[in-house]
């Protein structure tokens, strides 16, 4: 924000940001499918998960309450933390006490999955942040976005709720944006197809992002591009293309998608 809001007490708005991303993979057999499964599960445990969320937490400026993670079998791991704006402390009686909540919570999830036809295997990670308070998670993309291999990325950004400035009039917003994509480096732009839905008037706005250049052995699992024929290559590529468009639009759009 270019300049700070003179409020009426304390700044009552709520900004949320769902950040999805999607990474893909060719595996030729099913076993394939599920040592990669298995791999990029183990990438991204819970420990992993933790460390990137909490230097997420540190860039917004919020001090960590409480962790809770859990890693799933077969796969899969999730990971919670609440978030207060000062640390926790003690008061002359020895009481613990927390300062006053202008953050709220962090939480992500993985979700892997194999297609049972086409040999593609599709790892997503969803991350959730909820700020009270000035505070934007948007200023995270970055970060977010170069924390993980990303051939498809969703956003969905919402500020909730309302504030008052000093006169007593409601403040619906704080900041100004026009689209998510205002946060996001253009050198990262650069390399995504990138759309936006947004409703201007609720606050809430949506950005995809589908990547562009594809280089097939970035693709493979345990697997060399110069080993297969390359009437084989281009079916592989034509899968993978075809998957990840599906993704981006969010519908099936070729047969049997």
Known sequence: MDQKLKLYGFNNLTKSLSFNIYDVCYAKTEREQRDYIAYIDEQYNSERLTHILTQLTEMIGATVLNISKQDYDPQGASVTILLAEESMRANMDGETIVGHLDKSHVTVHTYPEFHPEKSIATFRVDIDVATCGEITPL????????????????????????????????????HKITSIQDYIDDEILQKYDTVDVNVYQNNIFH???????????????????????????????????QEMIEIFSGSNIYLGG
Request: net charge neutral; aromatic share 12%.
């Open 139 to 174: 200023s995270t993309l970055d970060f977010l976005i170069g924390s993980f291999d990303s051939d498809i990325i969703t956003m969905d950004y919402k500020v909730r709720g309302f504030t008052r400035n000093v006169t007593g009039q409601k403040l619906y917003i704080d």
């Open 207 to 241: 950005t995809k992002m589908l990547v562009k250049e594809m280089d097939l052995q970035n693709y493979l699992f345990k697997s060399d591009v110069y080993e297969i024929d390359p009437k084989k290559r281009m079916e592989i590529m034509t899968n993978l293309r």
